[in-house]
């Protein structure tokens, strides 16, 4: 496995650490001793087998699940993940599940805004403020997705679409997504790609789950490979190939002149 920066290196200093995470669910050790530094403006890939522990880590970084060991740290200072609450608005996380987590019965604009509503006054709810900032933020994505519309008449691309939105929506610096692309077809997932690209390109962190591997090599900057909870490598998306990848995840890895420095 390659080195990480140390936390705190004023040498290329990482937005976020992960610094011998451990986390165990009974017996079963899902992270084992993971030590992983995140970059600014990096589309960082995830890839592993089942059971490899990658949505586990997202989930110690989002606060949903707490580690039994280990440090974070946020641009070099060490930080707690105590909850998903304090990881969005302390520290600019936005986690997208796998499944979603939405309202179907909401409009967009309902389920961009859900627990995070804006007011007016105490107890009167700014609706046109918030309608007006969501159809912003879905024109910026180049969607043909509407505010007003319904989340139960959207199809499972533009679903994504939206989750991938809430993040844009309150500026959040490092976005989160565990299998954006899985329930999918081809078409939207093109859109999901080009929506993590854009973000991207205003400067955005993303980590980004996938067992579609192209998916991974299509956008990512740098790639992790989690074998059995553990970090394997840490490789630079730099001509690498699916069979690459493959190699990584279940054989001998690839040279050493290719992992990530």
Known sequence: MSTTQAPGSTASQAVLSASHLVKRFGAVTAIDDVTLDIFQNEVLGIVGDNGAGKSTFLSLLSGYHHPDAGEFYYRG??????????????????????????????????????????????????????????RETLQRMHTTIGPDDLVSDLSGGQRQLVAVARGLLFDRDIILLDEPTASISVAKSDEVLDTIRDLHAHGKTIILISHRIEDVLAVCTRIAVFVTGRLAHVVDNDGLTVEDLIHLMFGNGVPPDREAT
């Open 77 to 134: 200072q060490p930080v707690r993940i105590t909850s998903p609450a304090r990881s969005r608005r302390q520290l600019g996380i936005e986690m997208v599940y796998q499944d979603l987590a939405m309202s179907p019965d909401l409009t967009v604009w309902q389920n961009l805004f859900l627990g995070e509503e804006r007011r007016r006054w105490r107890l009167l709810l700014d609706r046109s403020g918030m309608r007006a900032q969501a």
